[in-house]
Structures are given as structure tokens and as C-alpha cells.
Nanobody, 120 residues
Framework: QVHLVESGGGLVQPGGSLRLSCAAS????????MDWYRQAPGKQRELVAT???????NYADSVKGRFTISRDNAKNTVYLQMNSLKPEDTAVYYC??????????????WGQGTQVTVSS
């Protein structure tokens, strides 16, 4: 069993910052990519940021320069530092990880989501 648990969401004013965390636990052999997605009401889930095992990152155009994804491999944890937040960043943020519980067999796991609301 593998579990992803997100934390750090909340209510913040426009221009503010939040830091999301996602910790993976369970029978983990190795972790490949760890990503953040978000889903706003009435919209499809979209990819926000990715970080692969080699350290390469990729960001949605809408968050470039404002969000930073990072990872602590020792803690199996991925972070999303969100600065200069805008009302349009309001969404439920989900962590996704590609994890192998046995060598070479990778599966996709999702966290339960954490709400981020940007409002004055």
C-alpha cells in the first residue's frame, strides 16, 4: 500500500504565498516523477508542475515564475512553493507520484487533494 498525503492549503489574499507538501509513505521501492495538478470548480484537472527523478522541472505557463516545485528524496516528499498568488489559482491541488513498489513496476498514485483559495 502506498499513500500520498497533501498539506498546506488554505485561504490567502491575492499576492500572498503558500507552501504545499505531499508526503509518500508505504511500501515504496523507488519514486520516479512527482507532480502537482489542480482542479478549479467546473474545470478539468490540469498539470501545474512536474519534477522527475533526474531533477528536471516543468511548469504550466500560468504559474511560471511564481511557483516552484522541489523534492526531498530522503523524506519522499514533494513541495510546491506558490508566490504572488492570484484568484485564478483557486483550486483543489492534487499530488501525483509515479512509484514502484517492486523493481521496474511503476504505478500512478494520487493524494486526496488540498484546497487553495485566493481571495480578499
Amino acid at each position: 500500500q502506498v499513500h500520498l498525503v497533501e498539506s498546506g492549503g488554505g485561504l490567502v489574499q491575492p499576492g500572498g504565498s503558500l507552501r504545499l507538501s505531499c508526503a509518500a509513505s508505504g511500501s515504496i521501492f523507488s519514486i520516479n516523477a512527482m507532480d502537482w495538478y489542480r482542479q478549479a470548480p467546473g474545470k478539468q484537472r490540469e498539470l501545474v508542475a512536474t519534477l522527475n527523478s533526474g531533477g528536471s522541472t516543468n511548469y504550466a505557463d500560468s504559474v511560471k515564475g511564481r511557483f516552484t516545485i522541489s523534492r526531498d528524496n530522503a523524506k519522499n516528499t514533494v513541495y510546491l512553493q506558490m508566490n504572488s498568488l492570484k484568484p485564478e489559482d483557486t483550486a483543489v491541488y492534487y499530488c501525483n507520484a509515479i512509484i514502484a513498489v517492486t523493481p521496474g513496476k511503476f504505478y500512478s498514485y494520487w493524494g486526496q487533494g488540498t484546497q487553495v483559495t485566493v481571495s480578499s
